[in-house]
């Protein structure tokens, strides 16, 4: 099959590169999602650790707040000496890393009580933000503030957790307030590996930027409410999508949550150009050297269906020439009597007509004395030209018989249809005038014998052979230059047979005309 068909090799080695190709793909592929899930569970781990890390200080914030104000419940307390006031009330909040100041503030924003001050700072803080929430709110608990600086000089830029202080009649008393300095938040934030293009966001549940990693002091404070980012981390308590950040531009893997029982949204996000920076190297690596032996794999099979083809050219050629006689091309005797067997088991199958005809050149070996054997080559050719200009039916077959001898057989073909062929070969070979000065007819002729199962009994085809071949030397003897049928009497040259209608009788659809 492969010899036969060599495009079958270069198919088959496109199958193949093509199944190697797709391994290759799907490999790929689940190389990638694993890399989105290595990436993906990186950021869950972080988001996790920078939440529990944020929700702890802000309690224990919170927790120094509340001390503060069950030390002001205490009797007495205001009239205490102001050493162990401050001892009472701020012992509290010794051990939290990054606050800044406590105040406790009266009705009217001035300090009454100051963590790191005693007397308290002359300061009035009634026009800040979370003063002015507990004020106007019963019910706020506690409340983180956008971020400010400070009034007092040098200070960073901080955040304020502030709880209300409220009468036995409910009325405001009051606010205690904590500064948190956002130092601490950059500090945490530039603990995490998150890469070259990763980001980190911590914001208030109204959008307001706290902190960002990478750090830019313009974008604290910033509003990112009506951002597609933003939209998406208010649909639920925690998740994860791909987007594209509004203040960089970079598309990065984000994953979200808010912080439980504060007003606060972390997200953590990886560049996607990070997430498969390593894929990347890998893929092309694996897709260089997978495209390398599939090329490879098709180069192979194009060489060898192209020797297949040479080879299967030469076999062919090898073949033409086991068939054929060389110097004429027709079929070589051994081919014909192939042929012959086949036709007449057919012959005798179908009970139909199978005739043939047996040719011989006139005095050849007088042309060949007179000529030379290169003339005579030539003037073979000639016959086997004409012999097959007539032939018209793909059944019918010629061949070199031997020497200067031609036969011809002819399927399905009456006596009267191989006669009048075989007389339309012998005037052609005449009408090309070869000159033949040995001969009586001074030019090239040819006598011919023919043999017809039809009206004849012959037991094989070598019986057929012999009664062509009797045929032909009746022709001889009577002149050559003539075709001769088994069994009938002699023709003479130009169709004058003496038998009135022999060239003309009534044929059947299968005879020559």
Known sequence: MVMRHPNIVIAISIVLASAILAIAVWVLAQMHDDALRRAQDSVFNVSLLVERDVSRNLEIYDLSLRAVMEGLKQPGVQDLPPAMRQLLLFDGSAGAKDMGSIFVLDEAGDIKFDSQASPPRRINLADREYFKVQRDSPDVGLYVSRPFLPKIAGKEVSIALS???SRPDGSFGGVVVGTMRLSYFRGLFADMNLGPGGSMALMLSDGTMLMRRPYDPKIIGRNLKGTANYSRFLLQPSGDFFGTAAIDGVERWYAFRHID????????AL????????????????GSLIGALDVTIIALAILFSQQLRQRRAAEEELRVLARTDGLTGLNNRRIFEQDLDEEWGRAQRHAWPLSMLLIDVDSFKGFNDLYGHSAGDAALIEVARCITNNLRRPGDTA???GGEEFAVLLPDTDEAGAMNLAEQIRAAIQEREVRHVASSHHVLTVSIGI???SGQ???TARELINAADEALYEAKDAGRNRTVAYGTATQAPGGDTGVPGYLTPEFSPHIYR
């Open 261 to 268: 029982m504060y007003p606060l949204i972390l997200d953590v």
């Open 451 to 453: 043999a017809c199962t």
């Open 163 to 165: 709880r209300r202080i």
């Open 457 to 459: 009994i012959f037991a």
């Open 399 to 401: 061949a070199r018989y």
């Open 271 to 286: 560049s996607t150009r990070d997430i498969y920076v390593e894929w990347r190297r890998r893929a092309w690596i694996i």
